[in-house]
């Protein structure tokens, strides 16, 4: 559990947080009409008579939607409802053109489920927890308001009217802002492994509304805020930092919380008052008369069941009991599907390569994976999709090191270069080269020249002065340009040296 707290004057005291995450699922038409979802398309491109809401135009829900739901809330380990509705969330506002949003407040369509976040010392995440899901319920996005295009006029792009989104919404579970990050990083990766949401929080498909509030330990929860559509993991937990400390300071300044929406500020990192904050009566909820209930066959939640992959958690300890990994690289290596994907391709054609199992390579592969090529990638600024050097050619070149073609510090140059060109490593050891020499015959010449060369540092190493064999070691490599098997030089030396 988390030990963060907030020094008041008055002592300390506890925050607690509730996330309200909004993830666009991931499909190719909207929750109610065809109108494709294409990101950074022109404004109003996407727009059909049903998300413009032109008179008579009825709502059919896309089966997609509810299948990715369903899956989500599978994969978090939450109650599927069998029978859920649509409801009328009633409020005016220009980008929404009905007047209404179709959510579903009473009946969603997943119930409780939960998410367990790991333990993180340096950020003060003292042991493994576990964070309650309330709910899951599909709801339509609405449009985007643009203040910024006309002195006098604002203008409404329409595009994301009627996009389909999850809501999942967490019990008030975290209280840190390291826990909420922790979380929100955890339920990305599992929306990204089960293919429901991309994930992309700077393009707007995952956003948060963070729910905050404070309290002496043992007290009830206080009055919270909820500070709106929070599109990065570092700004959901800045805005933690930040309403906490601000309540804190209202309370003991003899004020009170109000309980009202707020939005965040990323340029000042502090959040600021947007409106008070309405209850469910506000928007007169009734069941939306257009849409039947929705209601779930046995057959549809088998499929469902059965198409989910194999999920984060169950990955890392697959990785460390079955492959040996450490519990560090299993962690890195399954945070994100993507790189999970990208390690297994290595890992198969590797092991292929060499002639060897998966087991027996793992560590290498995994090694020079969040080492070399993690390092390269983040100096290039690419993600492991982008990779300029692809597994087939990343297992040829642990195939080289592993059959004595290129020595550790050959490898790298050899590295360096498939980066640049994206040339197969046998082909770039070909043609420069590279090729290292554990000929004895032709290291022993070497050695011999050496020797002739510092027959004084000779004499002082067989006098007692045992640290100048790495000076020998050095000047053996650097007269073989690097090529020569470290292994063989070292024990040729050994002899020669006597």
């Known amino acids: 559990m988390s030990t963060y707290r907030i020094q008041g004057a008055t002592g300390d005291w506890e925050v607690v947080i509730g996330l309200e995450v909004h993830a666009q699922i991931t499909t ?15 404004p109003n491109a996407n727009v059909s008579l049903v998300d413009a809401a032109m008179p008579g135009m009825l709502p059919v829900p896309n089966g997609e939607c509810i299948r990715q739901a369903v899956r989500t809330g599978m994969a978090l380990g939450a109650e599927i409802n069998r029978w859920s509705r649509f409801d009328r969330k009633n409020y005016f506002y220009a980008d929404l ?20 976040v790991e333990a993180d010392e340096k950020a003060g995440i003292a042991a493994p927890k576990t964070i309650g ?58 929306l990204r492994y089960v293919g429901s949401c991309d994930g992309n929080m700077e393009e707007g498909s995952m ?62 990192t502090e959040t600021r008052s947007m409106r008070s904050k309405e209850d469910a009566h506000d928007y007169r909820y009734f069941p939306d008369p257009d849409l039947l209930p929705l209601e779930l066959s046995d ?41 999970a994907r990208w390690f297994e391709a290595l890992l198969g054609e590797t092991a292929v390569a060499q002639g060897k199992s998966e087991a027996e390579v793992a560590k290498t592969a995994s090694n020079w994976l969040t080492s070399d090529l993690f390092g390269a ?83 002082e190493y067989r006098g007692g002065k045992d640290k100048l064999f790495g000076f020998f070691v050095g000047q053996t490599m650097k007269a073989m340009a690097g090529k020569g098997n470290p292994a063989a030089i070292n024990d040729l030396l050994k002899k020669a040296l006597g």
């Open 28 to 42: 190719n038409a909207k929750l109610f009409s065809g109108a494709s979802t294409k990101f950074g398309s022109e």
């Open 133 to 190: 899901i309330e709910r899951i319920h599909v709801e339509q996005d609405a449009g985007k308001l643009m203040h910024d295009q006309h002195p006098t006029r604002s203008y409404v792009d329409l595009n994301r009217s009627g996009v389909a989104l999850m809501e999942i919404v967490s019990r008030p579970d975290m209280r840190s802002p390291a826990e909420a990050g922790a979380y929100l990083r955890k339920l990305r990766s599992i």
């Open 377 to 459: 990638l983040n100096r290039l600024g690419v993600s492991i999709g982008d990779s300029p050097v692809t597994t087939a050619n990343g297992a040829a070149l642990l195939a080289l090191v592993a059959d004595g073609t290129l020595s550790g510090s050959l490898a790298k140059q050899v590295f360096e270069i498939m980066l640049e060109t994206g040339d197969a490593p046998g082909r770039i050891v070909d043609e420069r080269g590279l090729r290292q020499t554990s000929d004895t015959g032709a290291i022993e010449a070497v050695i011999a020249d050496v020797m002739a060369r510092n027959a004084d540092k000779v004499a």
């Open 97 to 116: 053109p009905q007047g209404y949003q179709i959510s579903q407040l009473y009946h969603p369509l997943v119930g409780e489920g939960s998410l367990m």
């Open 207 to 268: 956003r948060a509304d963070v729910n905050v509030s404070v309290r002496k330990a043992g007290e009830p929860f206080g009055t919270r805020t909820e500070t709106k559509n929070v599109n990065s993991v570092r700004f959901v937990m800045a805005t933690i930092e930040y309403e906490a400390n601000r309540q804190v300071d209202v309370i003991e300044g003899g004020g009170t919380i109000v309980q009202e929406t707020r939005l965040f500020d990323p340029d000042r």
């Open 299 to 339: 057959a549809f939640l088998s499929e469902c069941e059965a198409s989910l992959p194999e999920l984060p958690d169950a990955k890392r300890t697959r990785y460390e009991t079955a492959l040996g990994l450490s519990p560090y690289q299993a962690a890195v290596i399954t945070a994100d599907v993507e790189t």
